[in-house]
Each structure stands twice: as C-alpha cells, then as structure tokens.
C-alpha cells in the first residue's frame, strides 16, 4: 500500500502567520490527493480534493499543490478557527491511505 | 441538509460482535458509494471499508478482512457494518462516510460512534 508521510508532526504558528504543511507518498498519486481539517472531538471534514481544489465553505487562504509524490497545503494566513489537525490522503490506489497527520497549534 | 448519523457503538469484550448503523438523510443515498472510516484514541484515520450504489461490490482493508462485513438498504437510506471476532486493535470511533462522486475523496461525514473492545 502507499504510505503518506505528513510533516511536521507538530507546527507552531502564530495567528495572521502563515502555514506550510507537506505530505509526501512513496509513490506517485498522480492527482488523487486530498486534505482533511479535524477538530477536538469532531468528524474530519474535507478540505481539499484533487490535490488544490477547495470544498465547500472553505476560504481562499487554503491551498493546495503539488504533484506525483510531493504536496504541500498552505494557510496563507492563520485565523483561530484553523488550529486542528490536517490530514492528506492518496485515494489514486487500493487502499486508500492518509497521512499520520499534521497539528496546527497556536504558538 | 446533508448528514449522516451512526449509531451502535459501544462496549464489547474480546471475541465479541457489534452492529452499526448510518442513516443517511438530505441526499439520494442510493447514488453513492459509502465507506467507513475509523480512528483510535490519539492516532489517525484508518479507512476500513466501502460499499458500492447497488452494494453488488464491497472492499476491505486487510486489519478487517474476513471479520468485518458492510451492508446497505436503499430503502432506508442506511449502511451497516457488522463487526466479529473484535480485538482491542478494533477500539476506535467509527465513521460513516460519503465517497465523493469523480473523485475518490470523502465529501460528508458523520459525527462518529466509539467502538471500546476490552475486558
């Protein structure tokens, strides 16, 4: 199966700052890649699908980007409600696979 | 409005059986895949399986496989995962999704129902 590796574990952004989180496959997703926002104690919820278009409700300081193995989701600039937990996940092979996950905490 | 609300979890020890259940409402079930999506305590997302329109096809990740069977009715507008054999690696909230038409990604998801396996 393709694993998805998230970094940094941990990111620690001040608010109006900007934040950069990578996702990385151990081989090619072609564009079959999305982002999950989670917070304590709720459901994910889409954010991103076809590696950089928006879901639903979503504000235009999230984006994503990349190709083949290597992506990137950037919060252009960080507003409270955007600390959780960013998940990605590849859904190009069976099974499908997500990253271990990326914490956006305040600094 | 779109939801989807699970039900069925619980307590069960080792060995044991569990059912859940998602009612779907505010879309017209029938026309998606459906998938479920589990999580531990502290850890990430594990997809678990998914079940296509007509529930002529089902797929199983290989933690589940031969233990777990997912199930449908159209009717009702409702998907069921039926759960045995369970360990205490199955312990997790459990999460009913929709597979995004066109794409492979999970649109809605429910709010979750806590599985804990454990004597």
């Known amino acids: 199966e393709i694993v998805m590796t998230q970094s940094p574990a941990t990111l620690s952004v001040s608010p109006g700052e900007r934040a950069t989180l990578s996702c990385r496959a151990s081989?090619?997703?072609?564009?079959?890649l999305a982002w999950y926002q989670q917070k304590p104690g709720q459901a994910p919820r889409l954010l991103i699908y076809?590696?950089?278009t928006r879901a639903t409700g979503f504000p235009a300081r999230f984006s994503g980007s990349g190709s083949g193995t290597d992506f990137t989701l950037t919060i252009s600039s960080l507003q409270s409600e955007d600390f959780a937990v960013y998940y990605c996940?590849?859904?190009?092979?069976?099974?499908?696979?997500f990253g271990q996950g990326t914490k956006v905490e305040i600094k | 409005e779109v939801q989807l609300v699970e039900s069925g979890g619980g307590l069960v020890q080792p060995g044991g059986s569990l059912r859940l259940s998602c009612a779907a409402s505010?879309?017209?079930?029938?026309?998606?895949?459906m998938s479920w999506v589990r999580q531990a305590p502290g850890k990430g997302l594990e997809w678990v399986a998914n079940?296509?329109?007509?529930?002529?096809?089902?797929y199983y990740a290989d933690s589940v496989k031969g233990r777990f069977t997912t199930s449908r009715d159209n009717a009702k507008s409702s998907l069921f995962l039926e759960m045995n054999s369970l360990r205490a690696e199955d312990t997790a909230v459990y999460y009913c999704?929709?597979?995004?038409?066109?794409?492979?990604?999970?649109?809605?998801w429910g709010q979750g129902t806590m599985v804990t396996v454990s004597s």
């Open positions: 081989r090619g997703v072609g564009s079959n």
């Open positions: 999704a929709r597979d995004q038409p066109n794409y492979g990604a999970f649109d809605i």
């Open positions: 079940i296509k329109q007509d529930g002529s096809e089902k």
């Open positions: 996940q590849q859904y190009n092979n069976w099974p499908q696979t």
């Open positions: 505010g879309f017209t079930f029938r026309s998606y895949w």
């Open positions: 076809g590696v950089s």
